[in-house]
């Protein structure tokens, strides 16, 4: 399989390097803006617009959400288009006429390596043959390859930002808390564990703990007269939250 790959972030990084270890996918084209491309291990050859001249069986845009769209309209080309983002519609690369979707379900740092293996790759396509395409090379990549339709794709992305963005913002304000009173916030690593594996492990929702479920107002005052106030403004709408979920 011959690949077009667009964009020079973080996830067109991570997927030079995932490509890199299969001895029957070839990136042979990798696009961006750059006049020069990122330093990976071994970049593939490197361009600053697509070459039609290079035969492709794919290409897939790994850009921003905002710049999918733009980058799809500068070239041309007969064969399949997709691009990795959760809650971007397929329309968004018209007008190529065969479209589809490579997302996967990841956050991606630079300096960070990831096992493949374990990532959850999501894909899309107009067709039972682009599917199988998609679905082909995710199988190469990763033991976890699925065939959703674009609404499953949106529900899933919007609880990625809940499991992810909004956990770790909440793990953020932790460390600042424990921060102003010089305490290490590694005392609350234990804590941050027990809690992710008990989710795992079960239902979320019934292992909930804590002064908000209990209706515990007095100690729920306490940490008010503690925080910010937007602290105290997310504390409040969140502890609102786990009231009503578990004493409706």
Known sequence: MRIALFGTGNLAK???????????????QWIGRKTTAPKVSQAP???????????????????????ISEVAQKFRTA????????AITKQ???????KGVFYPLQSFLDDRSVDWSTVPICVEAANKKDT???????????????HINEEQRL??????????????????????????????????KPIIKETFERSFATSATDVQT???????????????????????????????????????
């Open 210 to 248: 804590g002064p908000a479920k209990r209706h515990d107002v007095t100690t729920q005052a306490k940490h008010l007269d503690l925080l910010s106030p937007e602290e105290t403004a997310l504390y409040k709408a969140l502890s609102q939250s786990i009231f009503k979920k578990h004493n409706t």
């Open 155 to 188: 529900y899933l992305h919007a609880a990625a930002v809940f499991a992810n963005n909004f956990c770790n913002h909440l793990l953020g304000i932790s460390q600042d808390i424990t921060a102003k009173k010089t305490l290490p916030f590694s005392l609350l």
């Open 132 to 146: 199988d395409m998609l679905l082909t090379l995710a199988h190469k990549i990763s033991t976890e390859a699925h």
């Open 14 to 28: 991570h997927l030079i390097r995932a490509f890199e270890g299969l001895h029957d996918v070839y990136c042979v």
């Open 92 to 98: 968004a690369l018209s007008p190529h006429k065969r």
């Open 45 to 67: 050859p490197y361009f600053t617009s697509f070459q039609n001249d290079i035969a492709v069986d794919l290409c897939i845009i790994a850009v921003s959400d905002d710049q």
């Open 79 to 86: 064969t399949l288009v997709v691009h990795t983002a959760g």
